[in-house]
């Protein structure tokens, strides 16, 4: 069964970045028609779609973070990670990495759902 | 568009059926997934594509969509169900985006 598990610091200084890394384990990074995403919770709120990656490196980013969100997979490790620049306590949340399964043909092609994350890191943004 | 919207909190009786809306644009091309989030808990995919449940949601759980309304049903609510709901589209702006829906908690009485 395919697990993901997030790491990385769970305290960020304002205007400093954000890393975190996915590492999946139990089935391949490199599957078909899957791709990689990173979703977020800010305490008390709802879910936030970060971005999303493919098997080959092209990244998907929420327009409200492109200019500061990166991307990126590491086959090799079988990882995955996200970095996110000149962060502010806005950008504190829980954050969960997924993967991404779609639909590949058809009338609803490009219909997509997460199948399986990561327990979640609580990343907090304070000096 | 890019938005989702669903339903206000509902209550619903133990044993009894509650069918929770999600509504966008997009559902009239993309097809809704659901995700059912319990307190300090990761999202759980409870269902997706036409009406599909992964393995281990029990069949009470129940998916349709029609026009741009997509609707998750629970026929027969447990205790255990009682979560935050969430419904996700992809955007059909043609710009690759995805977007949720901001939740309807359901609590079951």
């Known amino acids: 069964q395919l697990q993901l598990q997030e790491s990385g610091s769970g305290l960020v200084k304002p205007s400093q970045t954000l890393s975190l890394t996915c590492t999946v384990s139990g089935g391949s990074i490199s599957t078909g028609d899957s791709s990689w995403s990173w979703i977020r919770q800010p305490p008390g709120k709802g879910l936030e779609w970060v971005g999303y990656i493919y098997n080959d490196g092209r990244p998907h980013y929420d327009p409200s973070l492109k200019s500061r969100v990166t991307m990126s997979v590491d086959r090799s490790k079988g990882q995955f990670s996200l970095n996110l620049t000149s962060v502010t306590a806005a950008d504190t949340a829980v954050y969960y990495c997924a993967r991404v399964v779609y639909i590949s043909s058809g009338y609803y092609a490009g219909s997509n759902w997460f199948d399986a994350w990561g327990q979640g890191i609580l990343v907090t943004v304070s000096s | 568009s890019s938005e989702l919207t669903q339903d206000p909190p509902v209550s619903v009786a133990l044993g009894q059926t509650v069918r929770i809306t999600c509504q966008g644009d997009?559902?009239?091309?993309?097809?809704a997934s659901w995700y059912q989030q319990k307190s300090g808990q990761a999202p759980l995919l409870v269902m997706y594509g036409k009406n599909s449940r992964p393995s281990g949601i029990p069949d009470r759980f129940s998916g349709s969509t029609s026009g741009t309304t997509a609707s998750l049903t629970i026929t027969g609510a447990q205790a255990e169900d009682e979560a935050d709901y969430y419904c996700?589209?992809?955007?059909?702006?043609?710009?690759?985006?995805?977007?949720f829906g901001p939740g309807t908690r359901v609590t079951v009485l």
């Open positions: 997009s559902l009239r091309f993309y097809y």
């Open positions: 996700h589209s992809r955007d059909n702006s043609g710009n690759h985006l995805y977007v």
